[in-house]
């Protein structure tokens, strides 16, 4: 029975469109592309292409000897060949054979390289390579694995670092690996990640450096968000510290649910744009971790992959001082006896209640004001409705508003056709730039009846980080430091040195910062720790 080129099922000779994955069998794979159940190395069978880049393309197929589902990466570097319609052999121009030739050669070069590797289990393995129709072929594993971003999907759109740190360490160690053959990666990104069955990531997509820069013969893939700012470079070398940047974007995704913003956006803001929440949530340690891989600087990037684990990892300090600040937060308050008369409230839930009674009386404020002052309460939290404002009924017809939210308060109006009203106060946001619309009244896809000149829309703009300020830290132990930076949302680094006045584990200074500074919450706060008094010769010797 044959079987769909689309998902390799068996489907009845008599159909042709498969009922498994809607794949239309009657199609031709257009050219350049290998045509459907060509057959290489008398045993391996094309089927559809899954991705393609400016070097190579990924076909699904089978094995006909095993009957095993495989991957075949296919050398064709477009621009440099031509394949006509249900041809398979290359062809290339007398003008474009040194590079067509120069190019193969790095491919072939770079799958031996890596086929030596004596671990492959992180990794979708090469289960074999050959020559034939002018150019080169890998065959690789296909198994039954979901897509990284699937999984983190699955997981509630990010993972704990309790969950990402097993997942990661062996991609650390084999991107480790691959560097030492002289070759990397730089492709590292969620795009090239899968998750098997039993649980754990296997890194693919794999090509040569000439696919990830700019500059070289071939058209460049370069994956946003985790593309280093050298890559975007012409003929810039890349090494560890470009993997490195790769890495740590990819686990910044995976513990926050969104990659950092591209390297050509981060040249005019370099900030990581890390909510207090998620700040929060993780252990600092790997928050500062974060930072560091993705300087944009190379140099002043996680130098090597020892680094980048001792930073991930509990070292012996940070385990005290990790251990301190959960010994801390465990704690709770004891009660002296002459307490005990007193009601044993929890504050949380006086909290709660008291919030919910001040919400009370102001919704009854809003509620005594609103229909006679539109305006009174409007942006105070983002979500309150005028009165004049109300939407009409479902079986409106007429046009709806735009979605506003996010754009620059001057491009809105540009495209705003009638009045655009601003909050005067306008708010903090750790997630919407400065000078953006964070809310909008009316919003996104409600019915509007007045357009032209004499639609109004109001909008809430953007102020944003909120400026806190830096408390005195110093002289205090780093385990009180960090915690308390770090709750009021700030990305702390550490640095140490020696100190003939500081004792050890406090901290001398802030590198940059000092006391009563205000920044926006998120800023890295660097801090120079004191690894106590240097011991000399003499006083070793003595001992």
């Known amino acids: 029975m044959p079987v769909c080129m689309g998902c390799l099922n068996e489907i009845p000779a008599s159909d042709s469109v498969c009922k498994v994955c809607g794949f239309n069998n009657s199609e031709k794979q257009s050219a350049p592309l290998l045509p459907y159940g060509t057959v290489l190395n008398n045993k391996y069978v094309v089927a559809r292409d899954t991705d393609t880049n400016g070097e190579s393309t990924h076909y699904l197929g089978y094995d006909k000897t095993t009957g095993n589902v495989i991957s075949i990466r296919e050398f064709l570097p477009m621009g440099l060949f031509e394949r006509g319609e249900d041809e398979t052999k290359l062809f290339v121009a007398p003008q474009d054979r040194d590079n067509f030739s120069k190019a193969l050669d790095d491919f072939v070069h770079y799958y031996e390289t890596l086929n030596t590797l004596t671990d492959k289990a992180a990794m979708v393995n090469i289960l074999d390579m050959f020559t034939e129709n002018n150019t080169a072929y890998v065959i690789e594993e296909n198994d039954d694995w979901i897509s990284f971003t699937e999984y983190v999907d699955h997981k509630g759109g990010h993972l704990e670092w309790d969950a990402a740190r097993p997942l990661f360490m062996p991609i650390i160690t084999l991107i480790e690996n691959i560097h030492k053959l002289g070759i990397g990666h730089y492709a590292i990104s969620p795009s090239n990640l899968y998750v098997t069955s039993a649980g754990k990531l296997k890194l693919g997509g794999f090509s040569t450096e000439n696919e990830r820069k700019r500059g070289t013969m071939l058209k460049s893939q370069l994956y946003g968000g985790c593309a280093a700012p050298e890559q975007y470079l012409d003929n810039q070398t890349l090494?560890?510290?470009?993997?490195?940047?790769?890495?740590?974007?990819?686990?910044?995704?995976?513990?926050?649910?969104?990659?950092?913003?591209?390297?050509?956006?981060?040249?005019?803001?370099?900030?990581?744009?890390?909510?207090?929440?998620?700040?929060?949530?993780?252990?600092?340690?790997?928050?500062?971790?974060?930072?560091?891989?993705?300087?944009?600087?190379?140099?002043?990037?996680?130098?090597?992959?020892?680094?980048?684990?001792a930073q991930l990892s509990v070292s012996s300090t940070v385990q005290a001082i990790q251990d301190e600040i959960s010994r801390t937060a465990s704690m709770t308050p004891i009660q002296t006896e002459n307490e005990g008369t007193k009601s044993k409230v929890n504050p949380t839930i006086v909290g709660l209640v008291a919030t919910l009674v001040a919400l009370l009386i102001f919704a009854a404020i809003g509620l005594f004001w609103l229909p006679t002052n539109p305006l009174m309460g409007l942006f105070t939290n983002g979500s309150t409705v005028p009165a004049t404002l109300a939407?009409?009924?479902?079986?409106?017809?007429?046009?709806?508003?735009?979605?506003?939210?996010?754009?620059?308060?001057?491009?809105?109006?540009?495209?705003?056709?009638?009045?655009?009203?601003?909050?005067?106060?306008?708010?903090?946001?750790?997630?919407?730039?400065?000078?953006?619309?964070?809310?909008?009244?009316?919003?996104?896809?409600?019915?509007?009846?007045?357009?032209?000149?004499?639609?109004?829309?109001?909008?809430?703009?953007?102020?944003?980080?909120?400026?806190?300020?830096?408390?005195?830290?110093?002289?205090?132990?780093?385990?009180?430091?960090?915690?308390?930076?770090?709750?009021?949302?700030?990305?702390?680094?550490?640095?140490?040195?020696?100190?003939?006045?500081?004792?050890?584990?406090?901290v001398i200074e802030l590198n940059g910062h000092k006391a009563g500074d205000k920044v926006e919450s998120g800023s890295e706060i660097v801090m120079k720790v004191s690894l106590g008094k240097e011991k000399t010769s003499s006083s070793s010797s003595s001992n």
């Open 391 to 506: 939407a009409p009924t479902e079986d409106w017809t007429g046009p709806v508003m735009a979605d506003y939210t996010g754009k620059k308060l001057e491009d809105v109006k540009a495209s705003f056709q009638g009045t655009v009203k601003v909050d005067a106060d306008g708010a903090y946001s750790d997630t919407v730039p400065k000078g953006c619309v964070i809310s909008q009244e009316p919003q996104a896809g409600e019915p509007i009846s007045d357009t032209g000149s004499e639609a109004i829309m109001y909008v809430l703009i953007s102020k944003g980080p909120e400026l806190i300020e830096i408390p005195e830290v110093v002289d205090k132990s780093y385990t009180a430091a960090a915690e308390e930076l770090t709750n009021l949302g700030f990305i702390v680094l550490q640095e140490v040195e020696y100190s003939n006045t500081v004792g050890e584990g406090k």
């Open 239 to 309: 090494d560890v510290a470009t993997d490195i940047y790769g890495l740590t974007a990819t686990l910044f995704y995976a513990l926050t649910g969104n990659l950092p913003l591209s390297a050509k956006e981060r040249e005019k803001d370099s900030r990581l744009l890390i909510s207090n929440n998620t700040v929060k949530r993780l252990p600092p340690h790997v928050v500062a971790a974060l930072a560091n891989g993705l300087q944009m600087k190379s140099e002043a990037r996680i130098a090597d992959f020892d680094e980048l684990r």
